[in-house]
Protein backbone atom coordinates (compact mmCIF):
# COMPACT_ATOMS: atom_id res chain seq x y z
CA UNK A 1 0.00 0.00 0.00
CA UNK A 2 1.16 3.98 -0.74
CA UNK A 3 2.73 5.02 2.55
CA UNK A 4 4.56 8.33 2.84
CA UNK A 5 6.79 8.55 6.07
CA UNK A 6 8.29 12.01 7.14
CA UNK A 7 11.60 13.01 8.96
CA UNK A 8 13.50 15.89 10.35
CA UNK A 9 10.90 17.99 11.83
CA UNK A 10 12.44 19.67 15.10
CA UNK A 11 12.69 23.22 17.12
CA UNK A 12 14.79 25.62 16.01
CA UNK A 13 15.63 28.96 15.97
CA UNK A 14 14.55 31.55 13.76
CA UNK A 15 17.51 32.22 11.24
CA UNK A 16 18.15 28.67 11.50
CA UNK A 17 17.30 25.41 8.96
CA UNK A 18 15.85 22.27 8.56
CA UNK A 19 15.77 19.63 5.97
CA UNK A 20 12.40 17.62 6.02
CA UNK A 21 12.46 13.71 4.27
CA UNK A 22 9.57 11.82 2.61
CA UNK A 23 10.21 8.32 2.10
CA UNK A 24 7.45 7.05 -0.12
CA UNK A 25 6.88 3.47 -1.03
CA UNK A 26 4.51 1.77 -2.38
CA UNK A 27 3.73 2.88 -5.49
CA UNK A 28 5.84 4.76 -8.81
CA UNK A 29 7.61 7.18 -6.37
CA UNK A 30 9.13 8.88 -10.19
CA UNK A 31 6.09 8.75 -12.10
CA UNK A 32 3.95 11.63 -9.85
CA UNK A 33 4.51 14.98 -9.11
CA UNK A 34 4.75 15.44 -5.17
CA UNK A 35 4.42 18.46 -2.78
CA UNK A 36 4.79 19.71 0.53
CA UNK A 37 1.56 21.25 2.86
CA UNK A 38 1.68 22.56 5.76
CA UNK A 39 -0.54 23.08 8.96
CA UNK A 40 0.14 25.78 11.19
CA UNK A 41 -1.60 25.61 15.19
CA UNK A 42 -5.20 26.77 14.42
CA UNK A 43 -5.07 27.34 11.35
CA UNK A 44 -6.18 25.73 7.84
CA UNK A 45 -3.79 23.92 5.01
CA UNK A 46 -1.40 25.75 3.70
CA UNK A 47 0.16 24.15 0.33
CA UNK A 48 3.91 25.06 0.19
CA UNK A 49 5.86 23.62 -2.94
CA UNK A 50 5.15 21.17 -6.05
CA UNK A 51 7.99 19.22 -7.63
CA UNK A 52 7.40 17.36 -10.65
CA UNK A 53 7.99 13.87 -11.45
CA UNK A 54 11.44 14.01 -12.73
CA UNK A 55 12.09 17.11 -10.45
CA UNK A 56 12.95 19.80 -13.25
CA UNK A 57 10.01 22.04 -12.49
CA UNK A 58 8.95 23.18 -8.91
CA UNK A 59 6.83 25.93 -7.70
CA UNK A 60 6.67 27.51 -4.09
CA UNK A 61 4.23 29.47 -2.09
CA UNK A 62 5.62 33.25 -2.40
CA UNK A 63 6.20 33.13 1.76
CA UNK A 64 8.93 30.12 0.92
CA UNK A 65 10.84 31.55 -2.15
CA UNK A 66 14.25 32.30 -1.66
CA UNK A 67 14.25 30.10 1.38
CA UNK A 68 12.95 26.56 0.75
CA UNK A 69 13.86 24.63 -1.96
CA UNK A 70 12.02 20.95 -2.54
CA UNK A 71 14.21 17.87 -4.04
CA UNK A 72 13.61 14.77 -4.60
CA UNK A 73 15.71 11.92 -5.60
CA UNK A 74 13.59 8.94 -7.24
CA UNK A 75 16.29 6.14 -7.16
CA UNK A 76 15.78 6.29 -3.64
CA UNK A 77 12.15 6.90 -3.45
CA UNK A 78 12.36 10.12 -1.07
CA UNK A 79 11.13 13.86 -1.37
CA UNK A 80 13.01 16.62 0.58
CA UNK A 81 11.98 20.31 1.71
CA UNK A 82 15.08 22.48 2.54
CA UNK A 83 14.02 25.13 5.04
CA UNK A 84 16.36 27.74 5.51
CA UNK A 85 15.77 31.80 6.84
CA UNK A 86 13.25 29.67 9.23
CA UNK A 87 10.49 32.21 10.77
CA UNK A 88 8.11 31.69 13.68
CA UNK A 89 5.33 32.01 11.22
CA UNK A 90 6.59 28.63 9.75
CA UNK A 91 5.73 26.82 12.72
CA UNK A 92 3.46 23.81 11.64
CA UNK A 93 3.14 20.67 11.00
CA UNK A 94 4.39 19.79 7.69
CA UNK A 95 2.84 16.67 5.32
CA UNK A 96 4.56 15.31 1.98
CA UNK A 97 1.55 14.34 -0.53
CA UNK A 98 1.02 12.60 -3.32
CA UNK A 99 -0.61 14.42 -6.25
CA UNK A 100 -2.51 12.85 -8.72
CA UNK A 101 -4.82 14.14 -11.68
CA UNK A 102 -6.10 17.41 -9.84
CA UNK A 103 -6.21 15.90 -5.81
CA UNK A 104 -3.97 14.73 -3.17
CA UNK A 105 -4.72 11.51 -2.90
CA UNK A 106 -2.31 10.22 0.01
CA UNK A 107 -0.70 12.16 2.65
CA UNK A 108 1.92 11.45 4.89
CA UNK A 109 1.64 11.81 8.83
CA UNK A 110 3.37 15.15 9.06
CA UNK A 111 6.03 16.34 10.98
CA UNK A 112 6.30 19.09 13.27
CA UNK A 113 8.36 21.97 12.95
CA UNK A 114 8.74 24.40 15.22
CA UNK A 115 10.89 27.91 14.76
CA UNK A 116 11.20 30.41 18.21
CA UNK A 117 11.75 33.84 17.99
Known amino acids: QVQLVESGGGLVESGGSLRLSCAAS????????MNWVRQAPGKGLEWVSR????????YYVDSAKGRFTISRENAKNTLYLQMNSLKPEDTAVYYCVREYGTTFDYWGQGTQVTVSS
Open 26 to 33: GFTFGSYW
Open 51 to 58: IYSSGGIT
